[in-house]
């Protein structure tokens, strides 16, 4: 028996009436021949829509849907228009598309409706056409993974700077359904400043729609009385807003009335001597009034007054809760236990940005970019960051298993590492040419002192004859640290900095060493160099015992102390390696039952002031009104030198590098040069300085041609040196000082100043050697202004 004849015996002999008489063969019969007459009707009407414009097809959607009220079953007409819209035009698949979603109750082919209008969207169909797929993939209907796809498609436009206005400002409309309201909103902003009275018309009434009657209002006041549909529109979102603004301030005044009720009956039992009064009664008009009122708890209202108050006394002093707390102890005290590597998520995958070269990972042969799929057997996909982290962090010597896989494997590899303590480093060195040692400071930890010595014992090994230490970018740290650095530089008994406070006596830090560095020394600030790196800085430069390059710093000479808060100590744990700290793999009590450690809010209370050995206090003082006081501020460095930026008429390159660098397409050409290992030594040649030349590089020209871009063989030739630098890194087995084009010597230009400087001690300029020749970017020097001149306003940063 064939399923037809099953599925109709089963059909009678639950219905059990006029069925027993009908011939089944009959039934049979009549089946196949519905469905196919069924995707004919709907083929008729889709090939009848391919051939009206877009505004006068839509009616053929109503026809569609009509044929589901008559003999055609929803699934049959579904079926007919997936197949129908596979050979259809442009009109005919936003048609399909639209039909789909109205007939689609349960999302299964919303997927499909994106696929169909993707193509119209992206440049095949006319203005229209595409304003009306724009319009579909808006459809409040979509659901998760198609409407994620809407998005992404709708962002492409938006985001399109040269793609038709009325384009953008429909796809910007359905964005804000689609999911990415912030987006949404701004550039719908953008057409409220156009000189194109249309285009201002729609982008207001878009906002309207949006609710955002606020931005709208003032342009839809202009044309609520024009006899137009764009008039007409504009009167009814306006008259629903007045009508929705009065019954808000009725209710606003009712509400009033019932709290001023609750003041005086406070006031009448003596509440008003109470001094926090004034926070609890805005906590009741948070908890009652504000639109998120009812999604807050009272602690988080709590630790934002707390943050508040901190915040007024001054810009350093803060409050920070238990996270905060711990992510702050984390960046001071770089140690863990783990398996060695930096890592974040990038394209939605866990991944490895680079191996600390000094760890389990790396000596178990994991590389930059690997992908981290799973951690003893748990997926980290769609997993929080932390929680990932978490699970690799772990007591050192003990074991985690983890799934990896690379670009150009078959398929994933499982790796069994032993963790370890791991020290993350603050300081990284490179011999530069003309034998200059090159030191960059990340931060001021724990270990700096003790790092930055054994750097520089290993480059006077190396012959290194003057050092250049890089302080850019790096934010402070301990005070300790701080000390411990400068007095590597510095005789015995030299002052290097003092404090002094309100509450404390003034303390002198007073350098201890005997064998302390005689090298010539060059160091290098700008402008988000602070604290710690300001007193090292300033505290070598009184004692010319340094040079100063660069920009002028930040202007932070402010003690804080870390304050336990009473009453808020945290959740007690084992210290079992007795440091003082939690460690990931320590037992703790979890009071709170958040299946997370505490370790207790801090206040971070600015008690003193730094001030060098010339006296001068580094701290930039601010007063109400946001004015500078004293633009001598910080540390100013002997010798001026601007950062790289690009020119005005060349920011549009960011934009091409960047979609450059999303594509891969630099970072494959690389991948390819370095499977061959006959190149791998030219690699590391390149990496370490390729005389601003790509005439090195194999078949760069070719793969110049294939990027098909306006940017110049120069700016790739630069990214793909990046690119090399990051792969070479991993060869080698040592992380490049600095970042990018920071720390480089052939692009940074800071860094070939302070170079500059040093080589002045031996009676050598930077143009005597020839590595650094060709990629020479200095600027001829400034002549410093003369003793008592006052230096210029800076602005505040």
Partial sequence: MTKQAVRALALCSLVALPCIALPLARSLDAMPATLQGGRKQVATLIKEADRKPVAEAWSIVQKIQDLTDGSLSEDTVIKGLIAAADQAGTVGRLVAARSLLDLDEDGAYGKKAVELVQDVLLGQGKLEERMAASQILGDANLRTSAKIAARKLLEKVVNDDTANQRLRLSAAR????????????????????????????????????????????????????????????????????????????????????????????????????????????????????????????????????????????DRFSSYLTSDEYARFAFDLNRDYGGIGAYVNVKNGYFQITRPIYSGPAYRKGLLSNDRILEVDGWSTTDQPLDEIIRRLKGKPGTEVTIKVWRFGWPEPKDFTLQRAEIQLPSVNWQMLPGKIGYLELITFGLHTGHELRSAIDKLKANGARGLVMDLRNNTGGYLSQAFAVAESFLPKNSLVVYTKSRTEPEEKFTSRLTNYCKLPLVVLVNENSASASEIVAGALQDHKRARIVGQQSYGKGSVQHLRVIPGKTGEPFQDENHDGRREEWEKYDDLNKNNKFDPGPRARITIAYYYLPSGRCLHKIIDKHGKVKNPDYGVIPDRKVEGFTLKTKDLWKNAVINELWQSNKMQDYVDKLLKDKSKRELLVHLAEGDRGSWKDYPGFEEFYKSLDTQLTKDDIRRWVRIVIREKVADLRGNAWPGGRLIGDYEEDRQLQAGIDEVLKNFNEKITDIPDYVPTLKLEPEKKAKPKGEKVGKSKER
């Fill in 174 to 313: 359905s964005l804000f359904t689609a999911g990415n309201t912030r987006l949404s909103r701004s550039v719908l902003l953008e057409f409220l400043k156009s000189q194109d009275r249309h285009l201002k018309i729609e982008g207001a009434l878009a906002l309207a729609e949006i609710g955002d009657m606020i931005n709208a209002r003032q342009v839809l006041e202009t044309i609520e009385n024009d006899p137009t549909d764009e008039g007409r529109l504009a009167k009814s979102y306006l008259e629903y807003d007045r009508q929705a603004h009065f019954f808000d301030l009725a209710i606003k005044e009712l509400n009033a009335k019932l709290l001023n009720r609750e003041y005086v009956e406070e006031a009448k039992r003596g509440d008003h001597k109470d001094k926090l009064r004034l926070l609890r009664n805005l906590m009741k008009m948070v908890k009652r009034l504000h639109m998120e009122g009812d999604k807050i708890d009272d602690n988080e209202l709590i630790e934002n007054a707390a943050k508040g108050m901190m915040r007024s006394m």
